[in-house]
């Protein structure tokens, strides 16, 4: 049988690299799952707080190291903040992490303006050649002040995918969720609180899965051709 190449001149063929399955099943670090969670109130008894909280201690008890980042102080999107202590804090976090959990209230039909700002100071552009966000594992929630509502969850899921990160399919919408805490700050036992427990298992067996493996699933042809072609142009360009 002759073997013959597939007639594709659009393709830079060296740059179409088979699937290794020696990456793709790589072996998993030995640490415990690195997990940064968000929330986007700052008020003095914030659910979207008290739900992330409650969260982190079953994320805890399955095994995770948590870190939540206090939003306080972070200032407004802008190029000349950039080097601002919070949004360095942020920064390092995001990068530290292997999942995420992005926990906001549902205002006017949206996340909040500080959730956002949270998410718009993590750049898709690798951070010492790391990107912050890209290829890590995504759980979501959101709280209510009335009916349940997965308007903010549906829009923080479009952004998980901007940022490039393994958004999973289980969420958590509390309703009324002035309803669903103690004045310890602690969630009553609920459909909505083993709704939480099931995401946050979600969260842990995708983790386990990908972490390992993170870098390669992420690896894209488009990109390997454009860094060849920026190499190239970088070589030949002519003495200045």
Request: aromatic share 8%.
């Amino acid at each position: 049988m002759t073997d013959k190449k597939p007639n594709m001149p659009n393709l830079v063929a060296d740059q179409l690299h088979p699937i290794d399955h020696s990456q793709l099943f790589a072996a998993q670090p030995a640490h415990p799952v690195r997990v940064l969670m968000l929330y986007g109130s700052l008020r003095q008894r914030s659910f979207s707080r008290l739900l992330t909280e409650e969260a982190a201690r079953i994320l805890e008890a399955l095994g995770a190291e948590v870190k939540l980042f206090n939003p306080k102080g972070l200032p407004l999107v802008d190029e000349d903040n950039v080097d601002h202590e919070k949004v360095q804090e942020l920064r390092e976090l995001s990068l530290w992490s292997e999942a995420q959990v992005w926990c906001s209230p549902e205002r006017h039909g949206n996340m909040t303006g500080l959730m956002k700002t949270q998410i718009d100071w993590l750049p898709l552009a690798p951070i010492g050649g790391v990107r912050p966000t890209q290829g890590r594992t995504l759980a979501l929630m959101q709280v209510c002040g009335g009916s349940q509502s997965f308007n903010t969850i549906n829009q923080m899921r479009v952004l998980g995918r901007w940022m490039r990160m393994i958004t999973i399919p289980n969420q958590s919408s509390v309703p009324k969720a002035f309803n669903e805490f103690d004045e310890a700050g602690r969630m009553f036992p609920s459909p909505y609180y083993n709704r939480v427990v099931d995401v946050m298992e979600e969260l842990m067996k995708f983790t386990l899965l990908t972490r390992g493996t993170a870098a390669y699933l992420v690896d894209r042809y488009s990109e390997r051709v454009e860094s060849r072609e920026e190499l190239s142009k970088r070589v030949n360009m002519k003495a200045i």
